[in-house]
């Protein structure tokens, strides 16, 4: 009687170059074949007995499964290999350890895998097309970070992550008299001079600005004359700045009042 399948691996194309053996109950090899170009694969003519089938691929983990051929039947066995093109590495907060999501796409950008890291931040992603691919880890608070890394079969890719923590900056809009300042636009600018960020306040003055590393920014309220004001962000905290705006008809300035500037 006859044992056939298919054996594919974890991302459902056939497993390259894989090999089913069949083992007597001694543990003596009773056949070896080479699994066809399209995952099938075929072992005929074994007598009525139990067997081990043991398949195997370069780069993927083994599996092996028991078989009974009572001789009235073919019998069928599927394999899925874990393994393929593998990829580990750890993802850390520069301030301390970060639980992230890794993303990895191809060069077409199709994502071919996802995983999430561990409490210490290591993953391990299995089952990965040779070549080359993008990984990307994204976490709370945090900017994103991405590496283009090659994967073989055989042997494991190896990345290290560091993602930069972003902060927040909010606050309010008054003219000098105490009144908010509704639909007051706030530009961020970094200390190279781009633009960063824009909001624009509310019915309440209020504003807030999400995504800033650390660093110096020079925030540009529009409204009246306008305004700037220097601030320093701290990531990871909540940053405030309250703009107090010279009034069209007061005294002529070029640079607003910073009534208050924290981290808390």
Not at 191 to 198: C, E, F, I, L, N
């Amino acid at each position: 009687m006859s044992v056939t399948g298919e054996v594919t691996a974890e991302e459902g194309v056939a497993a390259p170059q894989a090999v089913v053996t069949v083992a007597g109950a001694d543990g003596s090899q009773v056949e070896r074949i080479l699994v066809e170009p399209d995952g099938s694969y075929a072992v005929r003519g074994l007598p009525a007995g139990q067997y081990t089938l043991i398949v195997s691929a370069a780069g993927y983990d083994p599996q092996a499964v028991g078989v009974m051929v009572d001789g009235s039947s073919p019998v069928r066995r599927d394999f899925s290999l874990a393994g393929g093109g593998v990829l580990t590495g750890t993802v850390r907060s520069r301030t301390g350890s970060a639980q992230a999501r890794v993303v990895v796409t191809d060069p077409s950008g199709v994502v071919v895998a996802q995983a999430e890291t561990d409490q210490a931040g290591s993953f391990r992603i299995g089952g990965l097309p040779q070549g080359q691919l993008v990984v990307t880890a994204a976490a709370a608070g945090h900017q994103p970070e991405t590496q283009v890394v090659q994967v073989e079969l055989g042997t494991p890719a190896v990345v290290e992550m560091v993602l930069s923590t972003v902060g927040g900056l909010a606050g309010v809009v008054t003219t000098r008299d105490g009144r908010f300042f509704a639909g007051a636009t706030l530009t961020a600018l970094d200390s190279s001079g781009a633009v960063v960020a824009r909001a624009v306040t509310d019915q309440q003055g209020r504003y807030r600005i999400d995504g800033l590393s650390d660093g110096q920014y020079t925030v540009v309220t529009t409204a009246y004359q306008p305004s700037a004001v220097q601030v320093g962000i701290l990531a990871g905290q909540e940053n405030t700045a309250d703009v107090v705006l010279e009034s069209a008809g007061g005294p002529e300035r070029e640079v607003g009042e910073l009534s208050r500037v924290h981290h808390s």
